[in-house]
């Protein structure tokens, strides 16, 4: 397992901005619970509501710990996106 990668790999002990969505409601409350990820529901067309939480995630030991969290509210999870840098800061549009 290579060890020596350059800054722009992703390493499990590294800081990264993370877009994740799920099936259904959470509310914005759960931000503080959840490393003061930013909330954000959205209806679709059919009424069915999608959250989309964004922020910047300490390594992927947090981002395991969020995933379970979100898998315990009985949240589906649709996405999970790395956000890359652009210019030393991370892109949150897409």
């Known amino acids: 397992m290579p060890n020596a990668l350059d800054g722009k790999h992703?390493?499990?002990?590294?800081p990264a901005t993370?877009?994740?969505?799920?099936?259904?409601h959470l509310d914005e409350s759960w931000s503080d619970r959840l490393g003061s990820m930013r909330i954000t529901?959205?209806?679709?067309?059919?009424?069915?509501?999608?959250?989309?939480?964004?922020?910047?995630?300490?390594?992927?030991?947090?981002?395991?710990?969020?995933?379970?969290?979100?898998?315990?509210?009985?949240?589906?999870?649709?996405s999970v996106k790395n956000l890359p840098e652009k210019n030393g800061k991370q892109d949150n549009e897409d």
């Open 41 to 78: 529901p959205r209806t679709r067309e059919d009424q069915s509501v999608v959250t989309t939480l964004v922020g910047r995630i300490r390594d992927q030991a947090e981002l395991a710990g969020l995933l379970n969290t979100l898998y315990e509210q009985h949240l589906p999870i649709l």
């Open 10 to 14: 992703l390493k499990l002990w590294t």
């Open 18 to 24: 993370y877009r994740i969505e799920v099936e259904g």
